[in-house]
């Protein structure tokens, strides 16, 4: 690809994204230039936005996505030329259960921790699902051995590990509750502020101390400028989803929606 192409594909993405894109970019060459068949990590949604988006611009060229379940919020896509045919059994993807040894109940940061712990990158790790009897992970098949054979404990939890159909997988159903805030921007520190009902001085130092991430991707710019669609994850406080914009106010303010994850 020309770096004139390039630069104008990048200019339709936040700087920040920029790296991924040009991942995508290249994932993609492989395939067009090259015939390859490309297996990506577990996409998060935006990056799955941002790579179904340029593997549009193609027109031979494929593309398939599986999580586990329809609606997992991560997922792997497999990217092919039009004449190379996609198995359902292509996806190599693998579902374990972690279960307390003392029935303790296992929470998503803490069995997260505990395989990012284990030296595992994030993006083997698919959907964590806890429920009373443990937690369901979705993991990349090759991690499955290693993480069956060292993972011994979350948290102060000593924990056994084993492989489960994907019948069997318990999903947890997200909730979310909706409302509106004004805001006079559209800086992620007054989104955070307004949205979390908190001071815009404790969200700015949260915000510096590495505790925020916008659409996965850890942000510790109070300035940072949020756009709709945006997904807000704040450490200690949940997450919540930038839906639109309602109006605007008399004064100018801006009326915006959001779908907190409950």
Known sequence: MSKRRKSFLLMHFRQDEHAFVE???DWIDRVVNRSQVVTTFFLNPRERYILETLVRRESDVQWQTEGGYPSAERQRMIISPNFVSI???WFTRSIIRIVSKRKGVLNHSNVLGALLGLGI?????????????????????EMVDYICTQLHQVGKNDISVKVIDLNELQVAKAQYKTRSVVVSSMRLDVLIAEGHAISRSKAAMLIKNGKCKVNWQLVDSPSYMTEVGDMISL???GRV????????????KSILILDYLI
């Open 23 to 25: 991942r995508a970019l």
């Open 241 to 252: 989803y930038l839906k639109g914009v309602e109006g605007c106010t008399k004064k100018g």
């Open 87 to 89: 198995p359902s059994d």
């Open 235 to 237: 450490r200690g406080f």
């Open 121 to 141: 990158k994030r993006e083997f790790i698919g959907d964590l699902h806890p429920h009373p009897q443990g937690c369901d992970c979705i993991v990349a098949f």
